[in-house]
């Protein structure tokens, strides 16, 4: 590490530190050491901490924006020839996405001292989004895929503890399971990745392992297979972070734990995961077979999840569904190499899905339900939280000015010519996107009020503060994102496209506007459109062609292994001591106490033992 750095710069090791200190500071009362005061201490220690992170981050991008990126890297091992190191890659876009972290999980721990007023295990909360924050912090600044890797493993463990927070709900308990275990697959398969790759390209440090990859295109070294493989392979892991079809399903099981931390994992994780693929990307561009798989894959996840979110009931997995669809437009960009408008899909949809599920959390903090069949004329009752999901909502879609038009503006302008057909999949992605958010304003702020709704009141301003402060952000990004030098204005793509994205917006709204809702009657009762509910609700019935495909397999050969145990091994183990046991019990009877037959029992033993030798040694 170099001397001549800013000091703000050579201590950029303590920003993911920040957030693992929280987690520590908050153990004397998630353990219930300390138990006079409650549990708040923790939660205000751990704002404190991220607070430094928030600012240390500031000081860091503007020192880095002076002088240009930087790499630090620290000793962390060294024995005999074993040199290890920790490696910090500081660049702008690295920076921002640590910005991003820090300020969303700073405003979110402030929600969540509202929303979480009355529990009782508030500390333990506050200790995993410590946690969590640390983890997301080191992913987006790691110059090492290995430690990227095991930053992301310890990423899944948080998730799997945030989800099965309320641990004594059974329902919790298999949602927090089911999502561990999606992710797993994901994260095996990229841990293959990552072992192929140490061992081929001799370094994890992503500057040498780009090097690898310049000097290996051509030369078909790896072959065709060897390649695709690898491809395949370090796409898995992003895949289940982004929940990305097919290992989408965990983000919606994972909607069962509290709402600040599902406001985290719709926003950030899954923005970690993309920066992991984005960092993976010039390997991952070796192998054709990977690029195409991961434009179907961002395609299908993009349509599918935005048909299916359509049809949900539940408040939390409507957007979560809308998640999933957004993040696979950003792996379209990401695949078709365009990583500077990914990023940008990425923090316009972060922030303003933040905000979309912080007017989800207030709704569900007042009136304790989130089924849209038993909500409805809020809109009056809870204006602050009308206007932020509005704006949220707003900011995810297409529509002029927001963020998410000028994003989505910029993709179908460099998709025109090169790929219509991904144009086409953005612009019906926004119409279904506009569809979806109209529909869920309508059932939730108008109409008549409905009995679990009649006397909501406004959130208290521990919620109400961090959401109009996310609104002004929202409402401002677009001027934030035309002061950035990288990023063109308005007259970066032609009138037609603009018109183009805002109309399939504007459509997408008259949709949702029309489409009928009545919450005694939610199901229809033509057969044809109840079909293509039950079809879209569950899913495409893909979590039933799991448990009777993969879970019925996996089920089986672990009842066939239990039989095989049992039966066999044991069986065998079990024969083995009853014939010893039967030996000796007849043995024993031919106890004499004369030498002489002792003497010859040997005698015969050995003769025998002497002659099976010689015949197994061919005679």
Request: glycine letters at 10%.
């Amino acid at each position: 590490m170099s001397a001549a750095l800013p000091l703000p710069l050579q201590l950029i090791w303590l920003i993911p530190l920040y957030g693992f200190s929280g987690m520590l500071l908050s153990l004397p009362w998630a353990t219930g050491w300390i138990k006079r005061n409650g549990p708040r201490p923790a939660a205000y220690l751990n704002l404190l901490v991220t607070l430094l992170a928030v600012i240390h981050g500031s000081v860091v991008i503007s020192s880095v924006y002076e002088i240009g990126p930087q790499h630090v890297d620290l000793a962390w091992f060294q024995a005999a020839d074993l040199d290890l190191r920790i490696g910090f890659d500081l660049s702008l876009t690295n920076l921002a996405a640590l910005e991003f972290v820090a300020t969303m999980s700073l405003i979110c721990q402030v929600y969540a001292l509202g929303y979480l007023d009355k529990e009782w295990s508030l500390a333990r909360f506050y200790a995993l989004i410590g946690f969590f924050e640390g983890a997301m912090s080191g992913v987006v600044l790691s110059s090492n895929l290995f430690m990227s890797y095991f930053l992301l493993e310890m990423l899944t463990l948080s998730t799997y503890l945030l989800v099965g927070f309320w641990y004594a709900q059974p329902l919790v308990v298999t949602a927090a399971r089911d999502a561990f275990l999606t992710k797993r697959v994901g994260d095996v398969l990229l841990l293959m990745g990552v072992v192929a790759l140490s061992a081929f390209a001799g370094s994890m440090e992503f500057t040498d392992l780009y090097d690898w990859a310049g000097n290996l295109k051509g030369t078909g070294a790896l072959g065709p297979v060897g390649i695709s493989l690898l491809g395949l392979g370090l796409i898995a892991g992003p895949m289940g972070k982004c929940a990305q079809f097919p290992m989408h399903l965990w983000l919606d099981e994972a909607m069962e734990g509290p709402n600040p931390a599902s406001i985290l994992r719709n926003s950030v994780v899954v923005t970690c995961g993309a920066i992991v693929l984005m960092k993976l990307m010039p390997i991952v561009r070796l192998s054709p077979v990977a690029t195409d798989v991961l434009l179907a894959v961002g395609a299908i996840s993009a349509i599918g999840g935005a048909l299916v979110s359509l049809a949900q009931v539940d408040l939390k997995r409507a957007f979560s569904y809308s998640t999933t669809s957004y993040l696979g437009l950003v792996f379209i960009a990401i695949a078709l190499q365009l990583p500077g408008i990914a990023l940008l899909l990425l923090f316009a949809h972060g922030l303003a899905r933040a905000l979309q599920f912080m007017g989800v959390g207030s709704i569900i903090a007042t009136t304790n339900c989130q089924d849209l069949t038993e909500l409805g004329g809020i809109g009056t009752r809870m204006p602050a939280t009308s206007l932020a999901f509005i704006i949220g909502s707003a900011g995810v879609v297409g529509l002029l000015p927001l963020g998410s038009f000028w994003c989505y503006g910029l993709m179908v302008n460099s998709l025109q010519d090169s790929a219509p057909g991904f144009a086409v999949v953005f612009l019906l992605t926004n119409l279904l996107t506009a569809t979806n958010s109209t529909r869920v304003y309508r059932s939730l702020f108008l109409g008549q009020p409905l009995p679990k709704t009649k006397r909501a009141p406004e959130v208290n301003w521990l919620m109400a503060l961090p959401m109009v402060s996310l609104s002004v952000i929202v409402l401002l990004l677009p001027a934030m994102m035309q002061r950035i030098d990288p990023v063109p204005g308005i007259a970066s793509f032609s009138i037609p496209v603009g018109v183009a994205v805002s109309v399939s917006g504007l459509i997408g709204v008259v949709i949702g506007a029309l489409i009928p809702l009545d919450q005694f009657w939610s199901r229809s009762t033509t057969p044809w459109v109840r079909t293509l509910q039950d079809l879209l609700a569950y899913d495409f019935y893909t979590p039933e062609i799991y448990n009777r495909t993969v879970v019925s397999l996996v089920a089986n050969l672990a009842q066939f292994t239990r039989w095989f145990d049992l039966n066999v091994v044991k069986g065998m183990a079990d024969g083995v001591g009853r014939l010893s046991m039967a030996t000796a019990n007849g043995l024993k009877l031919s106890v004499s106490g004369q030498m002489q037959s002792y003497v010859l029992t040997v005698l015969v033993a050995i003769v025998l033992l002497l002659g099976v030798l010689q015949i197994g040694r061919g005679g």
